[in-house]
């Protein structure tokens, strides 16, 4: 597979994985006030929350620090798969990857904030793009080392 080509497929992920997320906060937002909670199955709750930090409210309050730091990490991930194209299937998980983080960078751009709304038992609420991160990496670490051997 061509550089471009392999660009091109972790756009298209990106790009779905950016509508999912917004879609899905946008219909939070319309449907449940901001601090209520819905039960949507047994250990599971829709809620409307909102994370001023990274994963789990880290760095609450890192203002633009969260958002510079986020810009650096995007940009070496696509510099890597630029050097990584030829691995087979590289490009989903660096689009999960992108598309979960423009998701989270989109809302601290207009809101200051995240919008969480997942919220399982004895876990923190989360958002469709922090599941498209964390299964992104697990994707990532899978690929490079399939690929090692």
Do not use: C, Y
Not at 4 to 16: E, K
Not at 73 to 86: E, I, K, M, S
Not at 119 to 137: C, H, K, R
Request: charged fraction near 15%; glycine fraction near 10%; aromatic fraction near 6%.
């Amino acid at each position: 597979m061509t550089r471009a080509r392999t660009l091109a497929r972790a756009a298209l992920v990106s790009a779905v994985v950016l509508a999912a997320d917004q879609l899905t906060k946008a219909l939070v937002n319309a449907e449940i006030a901001r601090g209520d909670s819905v039960a949507l199955l047994p250990g599971l709750d829709l809620v409307n929350t909102r994370n001023r930090g990274v994963a789990f409210g880290l760095l609450a309050g890192g203002g633009a620090l969260v958002v510079i730091v986020a810009v650096v990490v995007l940009t070496g991930l696509v510099v890597f798969a630029w050097r990584q194209w030829d691995r087979p299937l590289v490009w989903l998980p660096v689009g999960m990857l992108l598309g979960g983080a423009a998701g989270n960078l989109l809302d601290r751009a207009r809101e200051g904030a995240v919008t969480d709304f997942l919220d399982p038992v004895l876990w923190p609420a989360f958002n469709v793009a922090d599941a498209s991160i964390t299964i992104g990496v697990v994707l990532l670490i899978w690929v490079l080392e399939r690929h090692a051997r």
